[in-house]
């Protein structure tokens, strides 16, 4: 069964940081670009982070650049979104998908059920 699992949400105070993880199971994820999104109340979904499947090259958008990083444990078909300087606008459901391929591009295949990430003092 393929399944994609997010976990390290939770409550963090503005400039904090959380670390997210994204496991798969039922496919190996390396041969997959794994990406993460987000969605606040009442916003529609947007990328936040993607990593290729091949050399590990990871793309940010402008918002959180240079604040979070994405790194990749093949050994445990696991992805991590490393988030720090959190601001409050950062409040959302975060969601990692894969898409079957190199490259972060669309359609992600395989979509896990988010965790809530909440920035607020």
């Known amino acids: 069964q393929v399944q994609l699992v997010e976990s390290g949400g939770g409550l963090v105070q503005p400039g904090g940081s959380l670390r997210l993880s994204c496991e798969a199971s039922g496919f190996t994820s390396d041969y997959y670009a794994i990406g993460w999104f987000r969605q606040a109340p009442g916003k529609e979904r947007e990328g936040v982070a993607c990593?290729?499947?091949?050399?590990?090259?990871?793309y940010y958008a402008d918002s959180v650049k240079g604040r979070f990083s994405l790194f990749r444990n093949n050994a445990k078909n696991t992805v991590y979104l490393q988030m720090g300087s959190l601001k409050p606008e950062g409040t959302a459901i975060y969601s990692c998908?894969?898409?079957?391929?190199?490259?972060?591009?669309?359609?992600?295949?395989?979509w896990g059920q988010g965790t809530q990430v909440t920035v607020s003092s």
């Open positions: 990593i290729s499947s091949f050399d590990g090259t990871s």
């Open positions: 998908a894969a898409h079957r391929g190199v490259k972060c591009v669309p359609p992600f295949d395989y």
